[in-house]
C-alpha cells in the first residue's frame, strides 16, 4: 500500500499499474494480485486510505461545531497530501469504510446540535459538496506542480480576480478577499456553513 501510494504521488492515478508497482518494488508484477484481485481493488484501498486520513482520529469532544470543521479540515488535508489521488475520490462510489465512518461521524455531530434528519442531511451534503469542490479545486494545482516539479510541490493560492471595476462592480469590490490563502479561504467557507448550527 504505502509503495503504491508513492508510485501515485509520483506519477499520478492515471499512470498507475500493476507493472509500474512490480517495477518500484523490483519485483512481479503479479506478485501484486496475491494482495489484490485487480488493479481497481489496489486504488480503492488507496481512495479508503485517503478518506481515512492517516493515522489522525475523528475528532471527539463536548463541542459539535468544532468537531465537525475538524472532520472536513482532515479531509481536505488528507486528500491534499495526495493530490494525484483526490480526483479518484469522486469516481469511485461512496461505499468504503472510512467514507461511512467520516460520514457518520459528521451526521452525530449534526443531530447532538439538535437537528432533525432533513435538516441534518442536507447540511452535511452541503459541507460535503463544499469540502469535495474547494479541495479538487486545490489539489488540480498540486498535480499539476507534482508533473512540473515531482514530488513534494506545493502549489500556489487560487489565482486572483481581478475584474475591471466599470464592467463587474460587486465582483471587483470582493475581488481582494479572494486572494487570502486556500486553507483560510476554506475555513471562512465552512464557517459560513455552520454559523447557525446550534452550540
Given at each position: ?5 508513492e ?22 508484477p ?7 484481485a ?20 475523528l ?12 472532520n ?24 468504503m ?31 460535503l ?31 486572483a ?11 471587483s ?27
Open positions: 500500500m504505502a509503495a503504491a501510494m508510485v501515485v504521488d509520483t506519477n499520478g492515478a492515471g499512470a498507475f499499474s500493476m507493472r509500474a508497482l512490480g517495477g518500484f518494488l523490483d519485483c512481479d503479479t506478485a501484486m494480485y496475491r494482495h489484490f485487480t488493479k481497481n481493488a489496489l486504488l480503492d484501498a488507496l481512495v479508503d486510505s485517503v478518506i481515512r486520513g492517516g493515522a489522525a482520529d475528532p471527539e469532544t463536548d463541542d459539535p461545531r468544532a468537531d465537525i470543521r475538524a472536513f479540515r482532515q479531509l481536505r488535508r488528507s486528500l491534499l497530501a495526495h493530490p494525484t489521488l483526490a480526483p479518484l475520490v469522486l469516481r469511485r462510489p461512496p461505499g469504510g472510512a467514507y461511512w465512518e467520516r460520514s457518520d461521524h459528521a451526521v452525530a455531530q449534526l443531530h447532538r446540535a439538535g437537528m432533525d434528519p432533513a435538516d441534518a442531511a442536507n447540511v452535511y451534503q452541503t459541507l459538496f463544499y469540502t469535495l469542490g474547494h479541495t479538487l479545486s486545490e489539489a488540480r494545482q498540486l498535480a499539476r506542480a507534482v508533473e512540473k516539479e515531482g514530488a513534494g510541490a506545493r502549489g500556489g493560492p487560487v489565482a480576480v481581478r475584474p475591471p471595476a466599470e464592467l463587474h462592480p460587486d465582483l469590490d470582493v475581488a481582494p478577499h479572494l486572494r487570502e490563502g486556500n486553507e483560510t479561504q476554506f475555513l471562512a467557507g465552512l464557517d459560513l456553513i455552520l454559523r447557525d448550527l446550534p452550540r
